[in-house]
């Protein structure tokens, strides 16, 4: 059947998300908008494979990734811009705190003291951890989080956000063919910091 | 960490870029690798895959909810295209937890929906790196749909505008690309019926994918006098009204290729009338006039394809394959045959004649896949998996001596045919049609293939009179095997044109020495390579 592509026709048009941020530092409210349109599905998205099941309702996920997005709009002052792809990877880090702090306070939720103990487990796996392995995730996220904010972005954009390379290629101010290759070295960083502690 | 060498480093970021394009990694060929960064990669594959299962779609800016409706479990969200059948949305399959393509029949199609669904029935059946992976198909509120993986990047017809013709090199590797996709249609008896290039994607990753099956059918069932597909990729036998067939595939994919090469078309016309005369009168524009500086080896095999008789074309998908490849390293053993046969028709016929043939001797042999289903002819390159069982069906107007060998090419050179115990025994009689290897006690045998190895050579010999000295020659070789239906061996078919080259050296040991003997009567042979599929 033919498709036709939704991707490569959009990603001349969009506005990088530096430029958002500095819009929006400046007062731009409509530029808020847009950022917030342009992350949200990606991140609800992400996020339903990042809790555990008994936090995965959509709707607590889609208000959990709202408000975590909006807060981070709002210290958009303290957020130090390691250049181009550095936002998504900061946004994905205050989500994943929030996700974390989310599993704790569901944990200590009263009328979940009477359930079955297994849903009210602080460490029962999240999605992804029960697809790879909680303790791959774990190394993943230490590894990732020693490269430097750049490289951190384009992985988490590619791998974790499926984002194509023109879509990153738009975020971080360059061309797909660059990015295909900055994301190749990235992951050979990666693995280095992997391989070291796989026996 | 052991220190890196350039060459090292671009290994790794290769593979990096394979993970990273969600293309398998075939691990075993990396053993030399530094083992730390290698176990990392693999690390990182893992979670790749693991992130692709619960993939997020790319930012889309846009979608607007006034069209989200649901068909079925789907949710659908945007539209992506529209066709002369259907129109192409991008939804949502909760169950897969992936945004899907879903093609949905147009209520003023003209195709009943059983008829649209036929579609992802066929495709269904085709499982291929560069063919659309169909998910499913159904029905909802008087509606049919089919949905598919959903392909992003962009149609080669988009590319082509944009950035003109493509290079030469690249018009090779896509074309490589598409000749193993036809090869994994046409093997399933259907052709495609609509190549061109508004119909082959180009990911972002750089993977080719074959769309649109909506003009495809069963080539044994085709109706002739129905012309479908797009007029200027149309073969001339289709244009006038023969039913399609892989070689009308093949003919269109030449079309392709020429098109993404030169940014023209073979024929200048595009009114049916006019093409039609066109063709009938040869006014072909030829590649090389229009890119002279372009590989002759590469505008040879798409000026082939081109050809007005199917005959002259490459003969399959993979034929075509063989032509594009570039210059293909040669096998190390290579039988060259005597000089005095190399002005036969060697290159005319798949049969071989090694005497001059009276022309009253007309026999006949071709190889099937056999199932549950019933058969299906084995066509050129055939792939074929371990488990699969096949039959060579014979046919001679002629009493007939017939020997079947096959050679894995690991040193295992077995007898096929006769064998004790089974019937027919040769000479088989004249005028009938035989399924070998035959019967055992009233049941039908098959040969299984049970090999691992790579390929198989397979050769088949007929004659008019006994051959003693070769039946002494053969009597210590492995016999295919007592249980029913299993022999050893695994067979892919190529009816190579030049089937001169026999690699297996006892087989060619046998060849020869009934070419050199006198008084071994006429005879044929045919000579197959058979590639296994990939596991």
């Known amino acids: 059947m033919t498709q036709n592509s939704d991707h490569d026709g959009g990603v001349a048009t969009v506005e990088s998300t530096v430029a958002l941020i500095r819009r929006i530092r400046a007062g731009d409210a409509g530029a808020r908008e847009r950022l917030l349109r342009r992350f949200l599905p990606l991140l609800q998205r992400w996020a339903h494979g990042r809790l555990p099941r008994h936090v995965r309702d959509m709707q607590e996920t889609d208000d959990l990734v709202q408000v975590t997005l909006v807060k981070a709009l709002a210290q958009l002052d303290h957020f130090e811009s390691a250049g181009p792809g550095a936002f998504l990877a900061y946004l994905r880090q205050a989500l994943l705190n929030q996700v974390r702090d989310e599993i704790r306070r569901h944990a200590r939720r009263p009328e979940h003291s009477e359930m079955d103990v297994e849903i009210s487990d602080p460490d029962a796996p999240a999605l992804i951890e029960q697809i790879v392995g909680a303790e791959r995730v774990r190394a993943y996220e230490q590894a990732l989080g020693t490269l430097p904010k750049r490289q951190q972005g384009l992985i988490v954009m590619r791998v974790e956000f499926g984002m194509s390379y023109p879509e990153i290629a738009a975020e971080v101010d360059s061309t797909p063919d660059a990015v295909r290759v900055m994301v190749a070295r990235a992951i050979v960083q990666l693995s280095k910091l992997l391989g070291s502690e796989t026996p | ?535």
């Open chain 2, 1 to 535: 960490m052991p220190p890196q060498n350039s060459q090292d480093r671009q290994d790794l970021e290769q593979l990096a870029a394979r993970i990273a394009d969600e293309q398998p990694v075939d691990w075993r060929e990396l053993e030399k690798a530094d083992a730390g960064s290698l176990g990392g990669l693999r690390e990182i594959e893992q979670l790749a895959q693991g992130f692709r299962h619960l993939q997020v779609s790319a930012v889309a800016p846009k979608t607007p909810t006034s069209n989200r409706f649901c068909f079925g479990t789907l949710q659908v969200l945007e539209p992506l295209g529209s066709g002369a059948q259907g129109e192409v949305w991008r939804a949502y399959d909760p169950l897969l937890d992936l945004q899907v393509a879903l093609k949905l029949r147009k209520v003023e199609s003209g195709v009943l929906s059983n008829q649209f669904l036929d579609e992802g029935r066929r495709l269904a059946r085709v499982r291929q790196a560069n063919i659309v992976s169909v998910y499913g198909a159904a029905i909802h509120g008087g509606r049919a749909g089919i949905w598919s993986e959903l392909v992003r990047g962009s149609p080669l017809s988009s590319l082509l505008a944009e950035h003109g013709p493509f290079p030469a090199e690249e018009v090779r590797g896509i074309g490589l690309d598409l000749c193993h996709a036809l090869a994994a249609v046409h093997r399933h008896g259907l052709v495609h019926g609509d190549m061109k290039c508004e119909n082959v994607m180009r990911e972002v990753s750089g993977r080719i994918v074959l769309m649109d099956f909506g003009a495809a059918r069963e080539f044994e069932l085709a109706d002739p006098g129905v012309v479908t597909g797009t007029l200027r990729y149309l073969a001339p036998e289709v244009l006038r009204g023969e039913a399609p067939s892989p070689a009308s595939d093949i003919y269109a994919l030449g079309v392709l290729l020429f098109h993404l090469l030169s940014g023209e078309f073979p024929y200048a016309q595009s009114e049916f009338d006019a093409l039609l005369q066109a063709q009938a009168r040869g006014e072909r524009v030829r590649l090389r006039k229009l890119k002279p500086d372009a590989p002759r080896d590469l505008m040879r095999a798409i000026e082939t394809a081109l050809e007005s008789d199917p005959a002259r074309r490459h003969a399959t998908a993979l034929a075509f394959a063989t032509a594009l490849a570039p210059s293909p390293p040669r096998a190390a053993v290579r039988w060259v045959w005597p000089a005095a046969l190399i002005g036969a028709a060697l290159l005319a016929a798949s049969a071989v004649a090694w005497r001059s043939a009276a022309p009253v001797w007309q026999v006949q042999a071709n190889f099937q896949r056999v199932d549950a289903h019933g058969s299906t002819q084995l066509a050129d390159g055939s792939r074929i998996a371990v488990g699969d069982r096949l039959a060579l069906q014979f046919q001679s107007n002629q009493p007939v001596y017939v020997y079947v060998f096959d050679d894995d090419g690991t040193g295992n050179t077995g007898v096929l045919f006769p064998l004790n115990g089974v019937e027919p025994a040769n000479p088989l009689a004249a005028g009938a049609t035989f399924r070998l290897p035959g019967t055992r006690d009233g049941r039908a045998l098959t040969w299984q293939v049970s090999s691992a190895a790579e390929r198989e050579e397979f050769v088949v010999i007929a004659a008019t009179q006994p051959q003693a000295e070769l039946e002494q020659a053969i009597a210590g070789w492995q016999h295919a095997g007592t249980a029913t239906g299993a022999t050893r061996g695994a067979l892919g078919l190529a009816d190579a044109p030049e089937a001169a080259e026999v690699a297996s050296a006892p087989l060619r040991r046998v060849l020869d020495r009934l070419e050199r003997n006198a008084r071994a009567g006429e005879l044929r042979h045919w000579h197959y390579t058979f590639p296994h599929a990939e596991k």
